[in-house]
């Protein structure tokens, strides 16, 4: 399974992004899809996550209401659409890939990543 993420960049504190993630590999449709992100000088945290039909969503508290992630099964494709970006919200953002009914908010249950994408959100 390879992860190829895309869609970082600069951007001014309230505005958008949207970032996106092409996975490759035959489970790609029956699991898990999350992206976490990774701070200067941070541990890498949890963001958001999509079960398998895009049903159920799951984010962090410091991301719920301006954040939303969504999927394409037909494309492999998993998107984050990040609004009213903070500029603690400046970090490498990185998608992964579970087995579905793994805990969604561990990094530990993700033994595919991709490579990550930066966003920096300037003052």
């Known amino acids: 399974v390879q992860l190829q993420a895309s869609g970082g960049g600069l951007v001014q504190a309230g505005g958008s992004l949207r970032l996106s993630c092409t996975v490759s590999?035959?489970?790609?449709?029956?699991?898990?899809l999350a992206w976490f992100r990774q701070g200067p000088g941070k541990e890498r945290e949890f963001v958001a996550a999509?079960?398998?039909?895009?049903?159920?969503?799951y984010y962090s508290d410091s991301v719920k209401g301006r954040f939303a992630i969504s999927r394409d099964n037909a494309k492999n494709t998993v998107d984050l659409q990040m609004n009213s970006l903070k500029p603690e919200d400046t970090a490498v953002y990185l998608c992964?890939?579970?087995?579905?009914?793994?805990?969604?908010?561990?990094?530990?249950?993700?033994?595919?990543w991709g490579q990550g994408t930066q966003v920096t959100v300037s003052s």
């Open positions: 992964a890939q579970a087995a579905y009914g793994s805990i969604y908010y561990s990094r530990g249950s993700y033994p595919y």
């Open positions: 590999g035959r489970i790609f449709s029956t699991g898990l």
């Open positions: 999509i079960s398998p039909s895009g049903t159920d969503t």
